[in-house]
């Protein structure tokens, strides 16, 4: 079973200096079709204006990935890190007993970013904090895998994997999902079927009770594709 979420269906909310889109409900935005996938719970596509951003709030007991699509994000939090993200780059924070972070736009443009939260599958563990630089590879990459499963990846609280997909058009790949697991599809750029389902910018798709999973880029495409229990 594959179910379209429409990119006009995500929650729209403007506040000035941010840009939001909710693929599943979120603080003022609330759909009850839109209540997250298995351990997936947030995805916010946020464009922040120059010098604008989160102050410090605090989290625990979440899993929280940020992608950074274009511009730059400063980040400081209360382990003592203060780090730049760049476009390309992958942040991941799993903020089990508590932490307390801030998310800038230190630069004069603005900084889009996907914003991801997942469910961890163990709780109040240490906070941590880690971030890296992927290269750009044809087919699926996978960028986040479960804790001590894949040196290459970032590492996760939860058995769930996610993948970076980039396809130029007529390209096809193609991903296993076992039995009883469930996957969401995120496009951020371009077009491309899944399973003969076409998907567009913003779209996303839940998939269930599926084994193979087929995704041909209609155009330059960029997506993200998440295996999860």
Known sequence: ???????EER???EHGWLSARHS???SSWYDPRHMGVSALRVINQDIVAAHKGF???????MEIL???LRGRLQHTDTLGNRAEIRAGELQLMSAGTGIQHS??????EPLELLQIWLFPNVRDAAPRYAQKTFPHLTGLQR????????????PIRQDASIYRGELEAGEVTNH??????SAWLQVISGSVQLNNRLLQPGDGAEVRAESQLQLEAVSSTEFLLFDLP
Not at 1 to 7: D, F, G, L, V
Not at 143 to 154: F, H, M, Q, R, T
Not at 176 to 181: E, I, P, T, V
């Open 143 to 154: 960028v986040v895998a479960p804790e001590g499963e894949d040196a290459e990846a970032l």
């Open 103 to 108: 998310e800038v736009n230190p630069g004069d």
């Open 1 to 7: 079973m594959i179910r379209i979420h429409p990119n």
């Open 176 to 181: 296993h999902l076992d039995d009883g697991r």
């Open 24 to 26: 599943f409900s979120f």
């Open 66 to 68: 940020t992608y950074v």
């Open 11 to 13: 929650g729209q909310v």
């Open 55 to 61: 102050g410090q709030h605090p989290h625990d007991n």
